[in-house]
């Protein structure tokens, strides 16, 4: 995942930010673009952010645009879980989507790594 956010945020101001997914493969440096279904964008614990939309979907580069407004200062971080949207189902995924869950914490500059769950059937 990346965005480009300032640091810091100033309270009260939207700001629009393109977060943009991919996928890694084992042994390649690159991440490649990939659409996305936003389930939850929401404020992680003790964060004070507002965030719109909340959901939706990527485009084929895997870029989501949401408008972040701090509501205090401070650090701010965004939770999100998303689906990877596959172009056609296989027999270990017959919906055809992948649930990730990313964490982003603006202040700290890092991310923690995704996990992995069941989507929810379309």
Do not use: K
């Amino acid at each position: 995942m990346s965005t480009n956010l300032p640091n810091p945020l100033t309270v009260g101001s939207p700001y629009f930010s393109d977060f943009t997914w991919g996928v890694r493969f084992v042994g390649s440096a690159q991440p490649q673009s990939a659409t996305f279904d936003i389930n939850a964008m929401r404020p992680a614990a003790g964060s004070q952010v507002t965030i719109l939309p909340t959901h939706g979907r990527t485009n084929q580069q895997g870029t989501f645009q949401s408008e972040i407004t701090a509501d205090a200062s401070g650090a701010i971080g965004i939770d999100a879980v998303l689906c990877l949207v596959l172009l056609r189902p296989n027999a270990c995924d017959t919906h055809g989507l992948l649930t990730l869950s990313h964490q982003i914490t603006i202040a700290m500059r890092r991310a923690t790594g995704p996990t992995t769950s069941a989507c929810p059937s379309p």
